[in-house]
Protein backbone atom coordinates (compact mmCIF):
# COMPACT_ATOMS: atom_id res chain seq x y z
CA UNK A 1 0.00 0.00 0.00
CA UNK A 2 1.87 3.64 -0.97
CA UNK A 3 1.83 5.54 2.68
CA UNK A 4 4.05 8.20 0.96
CA UNK A 5 5.06 9.75 -1.96
CA UNK A 6 8.47 11.76 -2.96
CA UNK A 7 9.99 13.23 -5.86
CA UNK A 8 12.74 10.44 -5.55
CA UNK A 9 9.98 7.98 -5.53
CA UNK A 10 6.95 6.34 -4.16
CA UNK A 11 7.55 4.26 -0.47
CA UNK A 12 5.03 1.20 0.14
CA UNK A 13 4.11 -0.58 3.19
CA UNK A 14 4.14 -4.09 3.25
CA UNK A 15 3.05 -5.53 7.33
CA UNK A 16 5.92 -3.99 9.12
CA UNK A 17 8.36 -3.11 6.12
CA UNK A 18 9.04 0.02 4.43
CA UNK A 19 9.80 -0.51 0.62
CA UNK A 20 11.19 1.76 -1.60
CA UNK A 21 9.91 2.51 -5.56
CA UNK A 22 12.57 5.02 -7.41
CA UNK A 23 11.33 6.62 -10.39
CA UNK A 24 13.76 4.76 -12.22
CA UNK A 25 11.77 1.73 -11.33
CA UNK A 26 8.62 3.15 -12.32
CA UNK A 27 6.32 3.01 -15.23
CA UNK A 28 6.47 6.61 -16.12
CA UNK A 29 2.81 6.73 -17.56
CA UNK A 30 1.61 5.69 -14.15
CA UNK A 31 0.68 7.96 -11.32
CA UNK A 32 0.15 6.99 -7.58
CA UNK A 33 -1.80 8.27 -4.48
CA UNK A 34 -1.90 7.29 -1.02
CA UNK A 35 -3.48 3.90 -0.19
CA UNK A 36 -3.12 2.69 -3.67
CA UNK A 37 -2.54 -0.65 -4.06
CA UNK A 38 0.59 -1.25 -6.16
CA UNK A 39 2.12 -4.57 -7.19
CA UNK A 40 5.70 -4.86 -8.00
CA UNK A 41 9.05 -7.14 -7.63
CA UNK A 42 11.85 -6.84 -5.07
CA UNK A 43 14.32 -6.14 -7.25
CA UNK A 44 17.18 -5.59 -4.08
CA UNK A 45 17.76 -4.95 -0.51
CA UNK A 46 20.94 -2.97 0.86
CA UNK A 47 21.63 -3.35 4.64
CA UNK A 48 22.24 0.37 6.29
CA UNK A 49 23.01 2.30 9.29
CA UNK A 50 19.06 3.14 9.22
CA UNK A 51 17.74 -0.43 8.47
CA UNK A 52 16.96 -2.45 5.26
CA UNK A 53 16.64 -0.71 1.81
CA UNK A 54 14.72 -2.54 -0.23
CA UNK A 55 14.01 -1.48 -3.51
CA UNK A 56 10.78 -2.88 -5.24
CA UNK A 57 10.35 -2.10 -9.43
CA UNK A 58 7.48 -2.17 -11.99
CA UNK A 59 9.60 -1.52 -14.79
CA UNK A 60 12.26 -4.72 -14.14
CA UNK A 61 12.41 -7.26 -16.65
CA UNK A 62 11.30 -9.86 -14.02
CA UNK A 63 8.51 -8.12 -12.92
CA UNK A 64 6.96 -8.81 -16.04
CA UNK A 65 8.06 -12.65 -16.17
CA UNK A 66 6.61 -12.71 -12.27
CA UNK A 67 3.25 -11.73 -14.03
CA UNK A 68 3.57 -14.67 -16.49
CA UNK A 69 4.07 -16.99 -13.94
CA UNK A 70 1.20 -16.30 -12.49
CA UNK A 71 -1.28 -16.15 -14.97
CA UNK A 72 -0.01 -18.99 -16.90
CA UNK A 73 0.22 -22.56 -14.39
CA UNK A 74 2.83 -24.17 -17.58
CA UNK A 75 5.40 -21.32 -16.76
CA UNK A 76 5.22 -22.02 -12.89
CA UNK A 77 5.45 -25.72 -13.91
CA UNK A 78 8.10 -25.56 -15.65
CA UNK A 79 6.85 -26.62 -18.86
CA UNK A 80 7.40 -23.52 -20.66
CA UNK A 81 10.28 -21.44 -19.91
CA UNK A 82 10.44 -17.58 -20.58
CA UNK A 83 13.69 -17.74 -22.46
CA UNK A 84 13.98 -13.80 -23.29
CA UNK A 85 12.55 -10.56 -22.47
CA UNK A 86 12.91 -6.92 -24.20
CA UNK A 87 11.17 -3.92 -22.29
CA UNK A 88 10.00 -0.71 -22.49
CA UNK A 89 7.95 -0.26 -19.77
CA UNK A 90 4.43 0.74 -20.07
CA UNK A 91 4.78 1.11 -23.92
CA UNK A 92 5.80 -2.24 -25.25
CA UNK A 93 7.46 -5.62 -24.50
CA UNK A 94 8.76 -8.58 -27.00
CA UNK A 95 8.91 -12.00 -24.66
CA UNK A 96 10.34 -15.47 -26.30
CA UNK A 97 8.31 -18.39 -25.25
CA UNK A 98 9.75 -22.28 -25.43
CA UNK A 99 8.19 -25.72 -24.49
CA UNK A 100 9.15 -28.48 -23.05
CA UNK A 101 6.49 -30.45 -24.02
CA UNK A 102 5.81 -30.78 -27.55
CA UNK A 103 2.28 -31.03 -26.97
CA UNK A 104 1.60 -27.64 -25.64
CA UNK A 105 1.50 -24.25 -27.91
CA UNK A 106 3.77 -21.93 -25.76
CA UNK A 107 2.41 -18.84 -27.52
CA UNK A 108 -1.08 -20.67 -27.09
CA UNK A 109 -0.81 -21.09 -23.23
CA UNK A 110 0.89 -17.50 -22.51
CA UNK A 111 -2.27 -15.79 -24.41
CA UNK A 112 -4.82 -18.39 -23.16
CA UNK A 113 -8.62 -18.55 -24.15
CA UNK A 114 -9.30 -15.56 -26.16
CA UNK A 115 -6.59 -14.37 -25.01
CA UNK A 116 -7.61 -14.14 -20.96
CA UNK A 117 -3.75 -14.68 -19.86
CA UNK A 118 -1.93 -12.19 -21.66
CA UNK A 119 -4.95 -9.54 -20.93
CA UNK A 120 -4.74 -9.82 -17.58
CA UNK A 121 -0.67 -9.07 -17.61
CA UNK A 122 -1.76 -6.18 -19.85
CA UNK A 123 -4.10 -5.05 -17.43
CA UNK A 124 -1.52 -5.08 -14.73
CA UNK A 125 0.71 -2.87 -16.93
CA UNK A 126 -1.87 0.03 -17.81
CA UNK A 127 -2.31 -1.62 -21.60
CA UNK A 128 1.50 -2.16 -22.23
CA UNK A 129 1.80 -3.68 -25.34
CA UNK A 130 3.41 -7.27 -25.25
CA UNK A 131 4.30 -9.39 -28.42
CA UNK A 132 4.77 -13.27 -27.77
CA UNK A 133 7.23 -15.03 -29.68
CA UNK A 134 7.78 -18.69 -30.13
CA UNK A 135 11.44 -19.83 -29.55
CA UNK A 136 13.51 -20.90 -32.17
CA UNK A 137 17.13 -22.25 -32.85
CA UNK A 138 16.85 -20.56 -35.78
CA UNK A 139 18.32 -16.85 -35.61
CA UNK A 140 16.77 -15.67 -38.65
CA UNK A 141 13.56 -16.78 -38.03
CA UNK A 142 13.83 -15.31 -34.54
CA UNK A 143 15.03 -11.90 -36.23
CA UNK A 144 11.54 -12.11 -38.34
CA UNK A 145 9.65 -12.41 -35.94
CA UNK A 146 10.79 -10.27 -33.13
CA UNK A 147 10.48 -7.54 -35.77
CA UNK A 148 6.65 -8.41 -35.74
CA UNK A 149 4.21 -6.52 -36.94
CA UNK A 150 6.41 -5.54 -39.92
CA UNK A 151 7.38 -8.42 -42.89
CA UNK A 152 10.87 -9.20 -43.52
CA UNK A 153 11.52 -9.81 -47.12
CA UNK A 154 15.74 -11.20 -46.25
CA UNK A 155 17.39 -12.01 -43.60
CA UNK A 156 21.54 -12.00 -43.95
CA UNK A 157 23.10 -13.57 -40.69
CA UNK A 158 26.84 -12.47 -40.08
CA UNK A 159 27.33 -15.25 -36.81
CA UNK A 160 31.26 -14.22 -36.56
CA UNK A 161 30.06 -10.06 -36.16
CA UNK A 162 27.17 -10.86 -34.26
CA UNK A 163 24.96 -8.97 -36.76
CA UNK A 164 21.99 -9.45 -38.73
CA UNK A 165 21.36 -7.54 -41.95
CA UNK A 166 17.13 -7.39 -42.36
CA UNK A 167 15.89 -6.10 -45.85
CA UNK A 168 11.60 -4.93 -45.69
CA UNK A 169 10.14 -3.32 -48.39
CA UNK A 170 9.68 1.08 -48.19
CA UNK A 171 6.27 0.45 -46.59
CA UNK A 172 7.30 -1.57 -43.86
CA UNK A 173 10.32 0.26 -42.72
CA UNK A 174 8.83 2.44 -40.49
CA UNK A 175 7.16 -0.77 -38.89
CA UNK A 176 10.29 -2.28 -38.03
CA UNK A 177 12.28 0.44 -36.99
CA UNK A 178 9.25 1.60 -35.17
CA UNK A 179 8.09 4.39 -32.75
CA UNK A 180 11.38 6.18 -31.71
CA UNK A 181 12.98 3.18 -32.65
CA UNK A 182 11.24 0.62 -30.16
CA UNK A 183 10.64 -2.09 -32.49
CA UNK A 184 14.07 -2.81 -33.94
CA UNK A 185 15.81 -1.85 -30.45
CA UNK A 186 14.05 -4.51 -28.74
CA UNK A 187 14.29 -7.14 -31.26
CA UNK A 188 18.14 -6.91 -30.72
CA UNK A 189 18.06 -7.14 -26.73
CA UNK A 190 15.76 -9.40 -27.56
CA UNK A 191 18.10 -11.99 -30.01
CA UNK A 192 21.33 -10.56 -28.67
CA UNK A 193 22.20 -9.67 -32.47
CA UNK A 194 22.89 -6.29 -33.70
CA UNK A 195 19.90 -5.64 -36.11
CA UNK A 196 20.49 -3.76 -39.61
CA UNK A 197 17.04 -2.63 -41.44
CA UNK A 198 17.37 -1.68 -44.89
CA UNK A 199 14.85 -1.32 -48.14
CA UNK A 200 15.03 -3.30 -51.16
CA UNK A 201 16.91 -0.47 -52.67
CA UNK A 202 19.74 0.62 -49.63
CA UNK A 203 20.23 -3.47 -49.71
CA UNK A 204 21.03 -3.05 -53.59
CA UNK A 205 23.04 0.27 -53.26
CA UNK A 206 24.97 -1.61 -50.31
CA UNK A 207 26.28 -4.54 -52.12
CA UNK A 208 27.35 -2.86 -55.22
CA UNK A 209 29.24 -0.22 -52.61
CA UNK A 210 30.79 -3.20 -50.94
CA UNK A 211 31.91 -4.89 -54.41
CA UNK A 212 33.56 -1.62 -55.93
CA UNK A 213 35.60 -0.87 -52.40
CA UNK A 214 36.87 -4.13 -51.92
CA UNK A 215 37.55 -4.57 -55.84
CA UNK A 216 39.70 -1.87 -55.50
CA UNK A 217 41.37 -2.37 -52.24
CA UNK A 218 42.84 -5.55 -54.62
CA UNK A 219 43.36 -3.25 -57.79
CA UNK A 220 45.52 -1.00 -55.66
CA UNK A 221 46.95 -3.45 -53.34
CA UNK A 222 47.75 -6.44 -55.11
CA UNK A 223 48.55 -4.31 -58.67
CA UNK A 224 46.06 -6.56 -60.64
CA UNK A 225 43.74 -5.59 -63.36
CA UNK A 226 40.14 -4.61 -62.80
CA UNK A 227 38.42 -8.15 -63.72
CA UNK A 228 40.64 -10.09 -61.59
CA UNK A 229 40.04 -8.41 -58.82
CA UNK A 230 36.08 -8.62 -59.46
CA UNK A 231 36.36 -12.10 -59.79
CA UNK A 232 38.06 -12.48 -55.88
CA UNK A 233 35.51 -10.28 -54.92
CA UNK A 234 32.91 -12.83 -56.42
CA UNK A 235 34.39 -15.60 -54.62
CA UNK A 236 33.90 -14.21 -51.37
CA UNK A 237 37.42 -12.54 -50.68
CA UNK A 238 37.43 -8.88 -48.73
CA UNK A 239 40.57 -8.61 -47.61
CA UNK A 240 44.09 -9.22 -48.62
CA UNK A 241 44.68 -10.97 -45.41
CA UNK A 242 42.48 -13.89 -46.52
CA UNK A 243 44.40 -14.33 -49.65
CA UNK A 244 47.45 -15.79 -47.65
CA UNK A 245 45.41 -17.52 -45.06
CA UNK A 246 43.68 -19.63 -47.75
CA UNK A 247 44.76 -23.14 -49.04
CA UNK A 248 46.70 -22.52 -51.98
CA UNK A 249 44.25 -25.61 -53.64
CA UNK A 250 41.18 -23.49 -52.71
CA UNK A 251 42.65 -20.83 -55.15
CA UNK A 252 43.43 -22.99 -57.87
CA UNK A 253 39.97 -24.19 -57.81
CA UNK A 254 38.94 -20.79 -59.34
CA UNK A 255 37.77 -20.53 -62.20
CA UNK A 256 40.92 -19.15 -65.16
CA UNK A 257 43.18 -19.40 -61.96
CA UNK A 258 46.75 -21.56 -62.88
CA UNK A 259 49.58 -22.32 -60.90
CA UNK A 260 50.93 -19.37 -61.66
CA UNK A 261 48.60 -17.12 -61.07
CA UNK A 262 48.04 -18.20 -57.79
CA UNK A 263 51.67 -17.98 -56.72
CA UNK A 264 52.21 -14.60 -58.00
CA UNK A 265 48.76 -13.73 -56.07
CA UNK A 266 50.23 -15.04 -52.93
CA UNK A 267 53.55 -13.15 -53.51
CA UNK A 268 52.18 -10.04 -53.93
CA UNK A 269 50.23 -10.35 -50.85
CA UNK A 270 52.74 -11.72 -48.71
CA UNK A 271 54.64 -8.22 -50.16
CA UNK A 272 51.60 -5.88 -49.24
CA UNK A 273 51.34 -7.38 -45.78
CA UNK A 274 55.21 -7.03 -45.10
CA UNK A 275 55.39 -3.37 -46.52
CA UNK A 276 52.25 -2.39 -44.31
CA UNK A 277 53.60 -3.86 -41.52
CA UNK A 278 56.63 -1.79 -42.26
CA UNK A 279 54.73 1.30 -42.27
CA UNK A 280 52.77 0.82 -39.12
CA UNK A 281 56.16 0.66 -37.28
CA UNK A 282 56.88 3.72 -38.48
CA UNK A 283 53.81 5.33 -37.71
CA UNK A 284 53.10 3.37 -34.14
CA UNK A 285 57.15 5.52 -33.44
CA UNK A 286 55.87 8.89 -35.27
CA UNK A 287 52.21 8.66 -32.96
CA UNK A 288 54.60 7.97 -30.01
CA UNK A 289 52.74 4.66 -28.85
CA UNK A 290 53.71 3.31 -25.70
CA UNK A 291 56.00 0.65 -24.93
CA UNK A 292 52.80 -1.20 -23.11
CA UNK A 293 50.81 -0.83 -25.83
CA UNK A 294 52.87 -1.02 -28.69
CA UNK A 295 54.44 -4.36 -27.39
CA UNK A 296 50.46 -5.79 -26.66
CA UNK A 297 51.02 -9.00 -28.23
CA UNK A 298 46.91 -9.35 -28.81
CA UNK A 299 46.67 -6.28 -31.39
CA UNK A 300 48.03 -6.30 -34.80
CA UNK A 301 50.32 -3.27 -35.36
CA UNK A 302 47.39 -1.62 -37.77
CA UNK A 303 45.22 -1.54 -34.90
CA UNK A 304 47.76 -0.10 -32.95
CA UNK A 305 47.83 2.73 -35.65
CA UNK A 306 44.27 2.67 -35.55
CA UNK A 307 44.05 3.59 -32.07
CA UNK A 308 47.35 5.85 -31.64
CA UNK A 309 44.98 8.00 -34.54
CA UNK A 310 41.85 8.00 -32.21
CA UNK A 311 44.53 9.64 -29.08
CA UNK A 312 44.23 5.87 -27.90
CA UNK A 313 48.04 5.61 -27.00
CA UNK A 314 48.55 3.52 -24.30
CA UNK A 315 47.45 0.24 -22.83
CA UNK A 316 45.70 1.97 -19.44
CA UNK A 317 44.09 4.39 -22.06
CA UNK A 318 43.00 1.06 -24.58
CA UNK A 319 41.51 -1.02 -21.22
CA UNK A 320 39.50 2.23 -20.38
CA UNK A 321 37.78 1.12 -23.28
CA UNK A 322 34.60 -0.88 -24.14
CA UNK A 323 33.71 -3.21 -26.42
CA UNK A 324 31.35 -1.26 -28.00
CA UNK A 325 33.88 1.56 -28.49
CA UNK A 326 36.26 -0.93 -30.63
CA UNK A 327 33.74 -2.99 -32.89
CA UNK A 328 30.69 0.11 -33.02
CA UNK A 329 27.16 0.00 -31.45
CA UNK A 330 23.60 1.63 -32.69
CA UNK A 331 22.29 4.71 -31.68
CA UNK A 332 18.59 5.45 -31.80
CA UNK A 333 18.01 8.56 -32.80
CA UNK A 334 13.98 9.70 -32.95
CA UNK A 335 12.74 6.77 -35.40
CA UNK A 336 16.43 6.00 -36.56
CA UNK A 337 19.05 4.03 -35.61
CA UNK A 338 22.11 5.43 -36.21
CA UNK A 339 25.26 3.78 -36.40
CA UNK A 340 28.25 4.68 -33.99
CA UNK A 341 31.26 3.44 -35.68
CA UNK A 342 33.96 1.63 -33.42
CA UNK A 343 37.33 1.59 -33.30
CA UNK A 344 38.67 -1.04 -34.66
CA UNK A 345 35.08 -1.68 -36.68
CA UNK A 346 37.29 -2.27 -40.24
CA UNK A 347 38.84 -5.01 -38.10
CA UNK A 348 35.72 -7.44 -38.37
CA UNK A 349 35.81 -8.08 -34.68
CA UNK A 350 33.55 -10.29 -32.88
CA UNK A 351 32.25 -9.24 -29.63
CA UNK A 352 33.58 -12.14 -27.88
CA UNK A 353 36.79 -10.97 -29.51
CA UNK A 354 36.31 -7.74 -28.79
CA UNK A 355 35.81 -8.49 -25.13
CA UNK A 356 38.52 -10.80 -24.87
CA UNK A 357 41.26 -8.18 -25.76
CA UNK A 358 39.21 -5.73 -23.24
CA UNK A 359 39.69 -8.40 -20.91
CA UNK A 360 43.66 -8.76 -21.02
CA UNK A 361 43.85 -5.22 -21.24
CA UNK A 362 42.25 -4.51 -17.86
CA UNK A 363 45.09 -7.41 -16.28
CA UNK A 364 47.63 -4.62 -15.85
CA UNK A 365 44.30 -3.18 -13.19
CA UNK A 366 45.07 -6.19 -11.59
Known amino acids: VVHQIQRDGVYVNIEQAELRMPRSEQIKTERYRRGDTVRAVIKSVEVTPKGPDIIISRADNHFLYKLFELEVPEIED ?8 SRYPGERS ?3 VRSNDRRIDPVGACVGMRGSRVQAV ?5 GEKIDIINWSNNVANL ?9 VLKVVLDEDQNKIEVVVSEEHLSLAIGRRGQNVKL ?3 LTGYEIDILTEDEESSKRQEDFTYKTDIFVSSLDVDETLAQLLVSEGFGSVEEIIETDKSELLSIEGFDEEIVTELIERAKKY ?3 KDEENKLKIQT ?8 QFEFLSKAMIVKLAESDIKTLDDFAGLTTDDLIGYLEVKGDK ?10 FNLTREEGDQLIMEARKIWL
Do not use: C, F, M, Y
Not at 122 to 126: D, F, G, I, S
Open 78 to 85: GIIEITSI
Open 94 to 96: KII
Open 122 to 126: VNELQ
Open 143 to 151: AIASLSPAE
Open 187 to 189: ATE
Open 273 to 275: IDD
Open 287 to 294: LKVSEDLS
Open 337 to 346: NSKVTGLLEE
